[in-house]
Structure formats: structure tokens, C-alpha cells
């Protein structure tokens, strides 16, 4: 999933001050049973080659084409649990969420789109990638047919591990070079409003996992682990230019 694109003069910016990643008790559980799949994000060559900025161009360009077509699926997520939802204002938090999805797929389309030679038309008529079109998918199934619960679980990882990864890359480089080719990408995912994102992500997610027994925690814990695996998918695929084979 992508963020909100900062200006590439402000990728240096050091001196944000930075939320913690409140990670509650429930999440903790999904990320301890998944942590060799969700640590291996971080060894995935996309992802080292993205903050190390070696990555060919042609790869990003694959993976954020495909990714512009999941922000769609992930508002369309938002826009159904909005609708299983009674309380007033996390009703709104959800398609607030929905509607932020379709504004940053807007500006992958300007910004990214500048850079990399596609255009809106071009992003429209592409055809998902096997692994793209899979956890798209899980995830639309999650929230049409699972509980509450399952499918809050199935879109937690893509926010939370993007938060995770931005947070790490901060804390390692302490500021990004401003002439880095990825900055805009990697000072996103450690951007205040990213980060404040996800927490509430998490903690809606907590208090509906306070009212449900284990057999929906189990069955939901499981959705989440998927989505970490088709995270990992996501990043390979575009590292091998994934293609449907026939």
C-alpha cells in the first residue's frame, strides 16, 4: 500500500515529531505468530534494493502501476466494513479511509506517473499481476464473508507493515538524503499522518477482538497471516516482473 506522497524536499526532514507504534495486546498475538513471515519483508531484495536505492527503474515502476490498482481493492475494503459498522464516528474513520486510498492513487497517478511514463489510462487497463489479483481477493472475501473481526485482521498488515519498514529505515539512517531516488517512498511510511493511521487501524481492531471468543480470533489471526504472506507476494512480484505464465 502506498501513503500520501511528501515533496522530495522534505525527505531530509529529521526533525518530525514522530508518533510510537501502539501496537494492543491482539495485534501483538497476529504479529508473533507471523514474525518469520513479516521479517522476511525486510530481507526481500525489492526492499533492501528500495532503501539501499539501487532498485531498477523498471521494477518500481511494475510494483507501483500494480500497487495503484490494490489501493483500489483496499478502499473498496473500507467502503464494506464501513457498512458492518454502527458506531457513528468509526463508521466515518473507515470511509474517511476509503476515500484517503482513492486520493493517493490520484497522486500515484500525477506524481509517480510523471516520473515513471504511465498515465491514468494506463494504470486503468493493466492487468493484475497472479499475486496482486490474489490478495485482492483475500481481502474482498475477508470483509464480504468473515467476521468484523477477520477483516480488520486482513488489512492490517499492509498499513502496519509499511509503518513498520518506515520506522526501522528512520531509525536506521536518521534522516534521508535528499537526493536519494526513492526519499519520497521511503519518508512516507515514518510520516506522522501514516503513523497515526495505523494506530487507529489497530485499536478499532483491538476493541472489536475484546468482544469475540477465540474460535473468530483464531479465524482472523489466520487472515492476518495470509495478508503478511501476500505482502511479502507483493514485493517479489514486482522483483520478477511477475507475469501470468499462460
Known amino acids: 500500500m502506498q501513503g500520501p506522497i511528501p515533496d522530495v524536499d522534505q525527505a531530509d526532514d529529521g526533525q518530525q515529531n514522530v508518533p510510537d507504534l501502539i501496537v494492543p495486546p491482539f495485534s501483538v498475538t497476529c504479529r508473533e505468530q507471523s514474525s518469520k513471515r513479516w521479517e522476511a519483508s525486510f530481507q526481500h ?6 532503501v539501499d536505492g539501487s532498485l531498477p527503474e523498471e521494477r518500481f515502476r511494475f510494483y507501483q502501476m500494480q500497487d495503484a490498482r490494490y489501493l483500489e481493492a483496499y478502499a473498496d475494503v473500507c467502503s464494506i466494513i464501513s457498512t458492518r459498522i454502527s458506531d457513528p464516528d468509526i463508521k466515518l474513520w473507515f ?5 484517503m486510498a482513492l486520493v493517493v492513487e490520484k497522486e500515484l497517478h500525477s506524481e509517480y506517473g510523471k516520473q515513471l511514463g504511465y498515465s491514468p489510462s494506463d494504470v486503468a487497463a493493466l492487468e493484475l499481476s497472479p499475486s496482486n489479483r490474489a490478495y485482492q481477493n483475500h481481502m474482498l472475501a475477508a470483509a464480504t464473508n468473515g467476521s468484523l473481526l477477520e477483516s ?11 509503518t513498520d519498514i518506515g520506522v526501522r529505515i528512520l531509525a536506521e539512517m536518521g534522516t534521508i538524503p535528499v537526493n536519494h531516488p526513492f526519499g519520497d517512498w521511503l519518508a512516507t511510511y515514518a510520516d506522522p499522518v501514516f503513523i497515526t493511521y495505523t494506530n487507529e487501524l489497530l485499536a478499532h481492531m483491538e476493541r472489536i477482538a475484546e468482544g469475540v471468543g477465540s474460535e473468530v480470533k483464531t479465524k482472523a489471526m489466520h487472515g492476518f497471516d495470509l495478508s503478511v504472506r501476500y505482502e511479502w507476494m507483493f514485493w517479489d512480484q514486482a522483483w520478477n516482473l511477475q507475469s501470468w505464465p499462460v
Open 45 to 50: 531484495p525489492f526492499v533492501q534494493s528500495l
Open 152 to 162: 480488520l485482521a486482513a488489512l492490517a498488515p499492509c498499513p502496519w507493515l509499511y
Open 95 to 99: 470511509i474517511e479511509g476509503a476515500r
